[in-house]
């Protein structure tokens, strides 16, 4: 933090998905609230969205106590809040709103955003609503506590979170514009409708206009409330120089900060703890694999995966696939691999046939594959599903001779899933390598998580972390791009473009390959290097970048107020 920087005294943040585990933002901000705890204790505020009436929400611990007072003045300004904890390290202040009700205001909030700031919500349809009335409760809550609190002598920021937030962000900045208002865009709307509609995006960047776009992709809406929020907040923020680009091009506004996300290494066990929760792990893994495809799969057994949203272009997992087929027609592989997919489908439950499989005498081994002996939990419509389709194409039988088995596992790994009854990370602890080949992947969690966990993996130059990774291998004389420096570094930044599939597919068959091929004093030498190059992407390192926003926003929000 350079000297002379302004810090706020409160620092409130906004996003759906605060207390609602969904997607990667939630790692954002549940790994760095500990670090911003240690800066303000319990002056930095979360607000998210308040659906957990008629059941308990594991992730929050109300305390009625905690600004009682307030809570009763809130309810007269027609805002039904609880308050409590989120129950994550640092254990922030949390502020659950109801949002339900301003739905019968949803018109006239819609005109007066559209007349203070002009963003088109005519074409709103889907979650468009939903995120927008959350969006709107949160500022009026940031409104009333900042009346029932603070004045202008406190400095106040108000980071808004993607363009489910920008209402709120927008709503601050005109009814308390003494309070600085940041912006982060996670992703664009526009980018990820191009990558995910299949157009390419990245040789033709320059050549697109957004609002052109937003109507071919029928997303004027969000389009309209990411792009106005973005040049009317004051510090714009996204997570990597691949997002800034795309936001000079397509929302027409430079950011003004880069917020690159960083991790907390309090979720990563030590020492004996670690050693024994990989080794449970990698039981379980083995053992729900025995079970589904009756294949004895002993611990050398390479397993690797590929995980996060199922997006079957943006995260490659098309192109994984793909490479696992090459990869199983190579005879150089010299370790057995079971590569795993890990991304939550439509699914129907845990399949009974390999639950009561499961549920047989413990240590119990199969000799006979179930029927569709790659998949974890039954599909709704099974024939639509892009990785069951493809695992169809490529004949995938998970035979006890064939040297590559997949396993789809199309569910949310939170404990109670039915056949791992695992959460993610104490899955992820025993993997050996994970692949990440991403077209569109604005930062990439995936593969910071994984070497956190000394898990060696794969990525690309269109991810934002393959981009700071690569940044921190030059630094230390590692050239871009060369193959098999997974044992060197912990990461493989393989380079991707719009047009250079099979030249990806067969870059991760070889690294695969290269893999099987090392030592295990290799192997060891990747995993420690993996967690090394973790440790400069813990958040002790990259919040400085935030409180580069905070100062730039209080300025800009100072300088507004002394010309009012």
């Known amino acids: 933090m350079k000297q002379g920087n302004l810090l706020p005294d409160y620092i409130f943040e906004s996003s759906w998905e605060v207390c609602n585990k969904v997607g990667g933002i939630y790692t954002v901000l549940s790994t760095h609230a500990k670090t911003l705890q240690e800066l303000r204790p319990d002056q930095v505020i979360f607000i998210g969205p308040d659906f957990w009436k008629d059941k308990e929400n594991p992730l929050f611990e109300e305390d009625r106590k905690l600004w009682a007072a307030w809570r009763k003045q809130a309810a007269r300004e027609a805002l039904n809040i609880r308050i409590g904890r989120w129950q994550i390290p640092g254990r922030p202040i949390v502020v659950l709103v109801e949002f339900q009700?301003?739905?019968?205001?949803?018109?006239?909030?819609?005109?007066?955003l559209w007349t203070d700031f002009q963003v088109?919500?005519?074409?709103?349809?889907?979650?468009?609503?939903?995120?927008?009335?959350?969006?709107?409760?949160?500022?009026?809550?940031?409104?009333?506590?900042?009346?029932?609190?603070?004045?202008?002598?406190?400095?106040?920021?108000?980071?808004?979170?993607?363009?489910?937030?920008?209402?709120?962000?927008l709503y601050i900045r005109k009814h308390v514009p003494a309070i600085a208002t940041v912006f982060t865009t996670h992703a664009t709307t526009i980018g990820r409708s191009i990558a995910g509609n299949g157009k390419p995006l990245y040789d033709y960047l320059f050549a697109y206009n957004g609002n052109q776009m937003a109507d071919e992709l029928n997303v004027q809406s969000k389009h309209s409330i990411e792009r106005q929020t973005a040049h009317h907040v004051d510090c714009f923020t996204t997570v990597s120089d691949v997002t800034a680009r795309e936001c000079m091009e397509l929302l027409d506004k430079q950011p003004d900060v880069v917020l690159p996300?960083?991790?907390?290494?309090?979720?990563?066990?030590?020492?004996a703890a670690f050693v024994s929760r990989r080794r449970k792990a990698r039981q379980r893994i083995l053992q729900v694999a025995n079970a589904l495809m009756g294949a004895n799969l002993s611990d050398d057994t390479l397993i690797i995966s590929t995980s996060g949203r199922y997006e079957w272009k943006n995260k490659?997992?098309?192109?994984?696939?793909?490479?696992?087929?090459?990869?199983?027609?190579?005879?150089?592989?010299?370790?057995?691999?079971?590569a795993l997919v890990e991304v939550p489908a439509w699914q129907a439950g845990p399949r009974r046939d390999l639950q009561e499989r499961l549920e047989k005498k413990?240590?119990?081994?199969?000799?006979?594959?179930?029927?569709?002996?790659?998949?974890?939990?039954?599909?709704?419509?099974?024939?639509?599903?892009m990785v069951t389709q493809a695992l169809h194409r490529y004949n995938v039988t998970n035979r006890e001779n064939s040297r590559v088995k997949i396993m789809f596992v199309p569910c949310y790994l939170d404990?109670?899933?039915?056949?791992?009854n695992m959460h993610y990370y104490d899955l992820l602890i025993g993997l050996d390598l994970t692949v990440y080949p991403s077209y569109y992947e604005p930062w990439g969690y995936t593969p910071l998580e994984s070497i956190a966990f000394k898990v060696p993996c794969i990525t690309t130059t269109l991810a934002g972390?393959?981009?700071?990774?690569?940044?921190?291998?030059?630094?230390?004389?590692?050239?871009?791009?060369?193959?098999?420096?997974?044992?060197?570094?912990?990461?493989?930044?393989?380079?991707?473009?719009?047009?250079?599939?099979?030249?990806?597919?067969?870059?991760?068959?070889?690294?695969?390959?290269?893999?099987?091929?090392?030592?295990?004093?290799?192997?060891?030498?990747?995993?420690?290097?993996?967690?090394?190059?973790a440790g400069k992407a813990q958040w002790k390192n990259f919040?400085?970048?935030?409180?580069?926003?905070?100062d730039l926003a209080l300025r800009r929000a100072e300088a507004r107020m002394s010309v009012n």
């Open 543 to 550: 919040i400085t970048y935030y409180y580069q926003a905070y």
């Open 415 to 420: 404990g109670n899933d039915g056949i791992f």
């Open 465 to 533: 972390f393959g981009l700071w990774a690569n940044e921190v291998k030059s630094a230390n004389g590692h050239a871009e791009g060369a193959s098999c420096y997974l044992d060197m570094d912990g990461v493989e930044v393989i380079q991707r473009s719009d047009y250079n599939y099979d030249e990806v597919a067969d870059r991760i068959r070889d690294e695969i390959i290269g893999f099987s091929q090392l030592s295990l004093k290799d192997v060891e030498k990747a995993r420690k290097a993996a967690a090394s190059l």
């Open 362 to 385: 413990k240590g119990s081994s199969f000799s006979s594959s179930l029927p569709d002996p790659f998949i974890t939990h039954d599909l709704h419509e099974p024939g639509s599903d």
């Open 261 to 271: 996300n960083g991790f907390e290494m309090d979720f990563v066990p030590k020492g």
């Open 120 to 169: 088109d919500s005519l074409h709103s349809y889907g979650d468009y609503d939903e995120a927008s009335m959350f969006s709107y409760a949160a500022g009026r809550v940031v409104e009333s506590f900042y009346h029932q609190f603070l004045d202008e002598s406190k400095r106040v920021v108000y980071q808004a979170h993607e363009w489910m937030t920008g209402l709120g962000a």
């Open 316 to 338: 490659g997992i098309d192109v994984y696939l793909e490479a696992l087929n090459r990869t199983l027609h190579d005879d150089q592989l010299q370790r057995p691999v079971l």
């Open 101 to 112: 009700p301003f739905f019968a205001q949803k018109n006239d909030i819609y005109g007066a």
